[in-house]
């Protein structure tokens, strides 16, 4: 996925989500960690999200479903999205 993909996916997450907030750092971040990441496999998965989850995707969550190489992490709690998010808005 390119710059430009990846900033449409986190424009879409953060028009449905109000309280997500694309940042300068954020967008590093995601850049650095998403260049792997099928962007129509990515566009699909946030949309089902979007139908099913009061809470924005996590990246950990983006790239389980979205990566071209696959992951050998094993599948995380069905709450860590959610600790993920409350962390993740006490950071500066």
Known sequence: MNKTEMLKLLVLIERIY?????KNDLVHYFF???QEFDYEMAIRYIKEHIRRSPYPPSLRHIASKC??????????DSRYWEKEY???NHVS
């Not at 990566?67 to 995380?76: D, G, K, N, V």
């Open 18 to 22: 109000t309280p997500f907030r694309i």
């Open 67 to 76: 990566s071209i190489h696959p992951l050998t992490a094993e599948m995380y």
């Open 86 to 88: 409350v962390l993740s």
């Open 32 to 34: 650095d960690h998403c």
